[in-house]
């Protein structure tokens, strides 16, 4: 008996449809959300992880639907991510049926932030998004800086330091994005998931660069994380969650 | 009318039970409240919970809901949810310490940093995910739930198993992490789970099910 690893669907989002792009350009349509999110949900996904990456604060009324709409019909666990930026985004998120939330940028900004979202709402629904890239050059000791604004802007911020400070200050959970990977189909950064996984006591969740099922597989047994993040490989067909958790079983991962 | 309370202490969303319960059954009559008379009302009470024990503690006391509680005890089926279920014990260590509802005897604590599993790979706190629930009592609640069925947890401090022996409820559900905590409890009309059902897909809504046709009796 064990915690099962989580294998977790995500739902890149920009007005009101599930989108995918290829280094954050290059956007295909996937669907609307409610239909995808509960799809994930019967092919029994883990959670599901909602990513608003609609630019502008008018559509905040459109997400927060969206969002109403698929915990109102998806029985597990919901994050939502995007544009959160203060309580009270926290509080109408989690109004709205999301368990968790993930902060990104406004932790950049606001370090505080994270601290007083953990202690009004528990570090449970905290959960603080990395986007990081490799900075270190062949030859080097590795290292990871975190990006903002969709990995265009560097902070000078050491993704490990900064992934520690976060769980200091009371997040619960690192969604973890490789920005050099993501989109490329190539797999998952393992040396920085695996950097980041052994050093914080909370779970990690590894994103950005899964191509195959075997990626997967690599992000557990060598990345060293909770649970893995995939969009593309589910929206567009080429492989189903049974398909994965299947493959995950048969190399002696722990699943659902 | 199948009448179901929600009680609602101020902590934390407690939109996803109400809609979990409404999509096992339409025609129950819902309401998510703190209002003493239609606790008592009630058919039948959830009592959920998210957040810091000694904040949940306080507004439960403000509120007089551990008083409510302990005379619906005697009277109609309650469920406890995560911090629900902690909070009906004695103690917890949370927050330095914190003295709960004290339904029945039991503490609560925290899991520790640092333990490793049998392949010693690194635990992390929160236990959050789906972890195995060994039924270790037959129970009504457990019908049609499959033995060892897979229920989503996220949580930080747990009911030790070892501390409701005597006069206390009984050890219904046991997970592991890495060692054996309680996972379900059980105790008249009360059925307590660490696990989150309205997060637990098909198994967590059949036993949501099974709470609203439940009569209290073992």
């Not at chain 1, 989108?19 to 669907?31: N, W």
């Not at chain 1, 969206?66 to 985004?89: C, H, K, N, Y």
């Not at chain 1, 695996?194 to 969740?205: D, G, W």
Request: hydrophobic content about 40%; some cysteine; overall charge negative.
């Amino acid at each position: 008996m064990s915690l099962a690893k989580r294998i977790i669907p995500c739902l890149d989002c920009e007005n009101g449809r599930v989108v995918k792009g290829v280094k954050f350009l290059d956007i295909r349509d996937a669907g609307d959300p409610v239909e995808v999110a509960k799809r994930y949900c019967d092919q029994g996904a883990d959670e599901i992880t909602f990513l608003d990456i609609t630019a502008s604060s008018d559509d905040r009324e459109t997400t927060v639907h969206t969002v109403e709409a698929i915990a109102s019909q998806v029985f597990i666990p919901l994050t939502v991510g995007g544009g959160i930026r203060t309580l009270e985004d926290i509080r109408i998120m989690l109004n709205a049926g999301a368990d968790k939330v993930a902060i990104n940028t406004s932790a950049v900004l606001n370090p505080e932030f994270v601290k007083q979202a953990a202690d009004k709402f528990g570090s449970q629904c905290i959960v603080v998004a990395i986007d990081a890239k490799q900075v270190s050059g062949e030859g080097e000791p590795l290292q990871w800086e975190i990006f903002t604004h969709g990995g265009r802007k560097p902070t000078g911020l050491d993704a490990i330091e900064w992934a520690k400070r976060m769980v200091a200050y009371g997040a619960g959970e690192i969604l973890l994005t490789s920005m050099d990977r993501d989109g490329t189909k190539n797999g998952f950064d393992l040396a920085l998931n695996r950097a980041i996984s052994e050093t914080v006591s909370v779970p990690v969740i590894a994103s950005g660069g899964v191509g195959n099922l075997q990626h997967l597989v690599e992000g557990i047994t060598e990345g060293k994380v909770d649970a893995v993040l995939a969009a593309s490989i589910f929206h567009f067909g080429e492989f189903s969650i049974p398909e994965a958790k299947k493959y995950m079983a048969s190399k002696g991962i722990v699943v659902r | 009318m199948n009448r179901v309370v929600v009680i609602d202490y101020g902590m934390g969303n407690l939109h996803s039970v109400g809609k979990a319960l409404e999509h096992v059954d339409k025609n129950i009559s819902l309401s998510i409240t703190s209002d003493a008379q239609q606790i008592q009302d009630a058919d039948r009470l959830i009592f959920p919970g998210v957040g810091a024990m000694r904040d949940c503690m306080a507004e439960i006391k403000r509120l007089k809901i551990d008083k409510l509680l302990k005379e619906a005890r005697l009277e109609k089926p309650i469920l406890g949810i995560c911090v629900g279920m902690q909070a009906m014990l004695d103690f917890s260590e949370e927050n330095n310490g914190v003295d709960c509802i004290g339904l029945f005897p039991g503490r609560v604590e925290r899991f520790s940093e640092g333990q490793k599993d049998e392949n010693n790979e690194l635990l992390k706190v929160p236990h959050m995910g789906w972890n195995e629930v060994k039924q270790t009592f037959e129970h009504p609640m457990w019908h049609n739930i499959v033995d060892k069925s897979r229920f989503y947890f996220v949580h930080s401090y747990y009911v030790t198993p070892d501390t409701c022996k005597e006069n206390s409820a009984t050890i219904v559900g046991e997970s592991t992490y890495p060692k054996a905590f309680c996972s379900a409890l059980a105790d008249d009309n009360i059925f307590a789970v660490q696990f989150h059902p309205e997060k637990s897909q098909s198994c967590g809504l059949q036993l949501l099910k099974n709470f609203l046709s439940w009569d209290g009796q073992v």
